[in-house]
């Protein structure tokens, strides 16, 4: 099992920058996949990015390629996720998640498929 914290969430104008952090424990974690999720009120969690566990390949929902850059300290156990050019359609509580499952695009998508989840951090972003 992998216990995971997110900070780094906060409220800025569009355009800033932010860096979220994903720290994980538990020996696990370097073998795991990890991505981050979002959710806003009165929707369903969506997929932000993703990185696999080997930390050479990310992966991105379309709304935010070219904006969010995900990567992964294997010493640190951490995770990053540097989101750029913010919009407030970037609102929403952040969730770190890891899991250990094969690799390709689409099953990096499903929440379903990770099994340890932190406590989510919040970002808003004014206009």
């Known amino acids: 099992q992998v216990q995971l914290v997110e900070s780094g969430g906060g409220l800025v104008q569009a355009g800033a920058s932010l860096r979220l952090s994903c720290a994980a424990s538990?020996?696990?974690?370097?073998?795991?996949?990890v991505a981050w999720f979002r959710e806003v009120p009165g929707k369903e969690r969506e997929f932000v990015a993703g990185i696999n566990w080997r930390g050479d390949t990310p992966y991105y929902a379309d709304a935010v390629k070219g904006r969010f850059a995900i990567s992964r300290d294997t010493a640190k156990n951490t995770v990053f996720l540097q989101m750029n050019i913010l919009k407030p359609e970037d609102t929403a509580v952040y969730f770190c998640?890891?899991?250990?499952?094969?690799?390709?695009?689409?099953?990096?998508?499903?929440?379903?498929?990770?099994?340890?989840w932190g406590q989510g951090t919040q970002v808003t972003v004014s206009s």
């Open positions: 998640a890891a899991g250990r499952f094969f690799v390709i695009a689409h099953f990096m998508t499903q929440q379903r498929l990770y099994g340890d």
């Open positions: 538990g020996r696990a974690f370097n073998s795991s996949n």
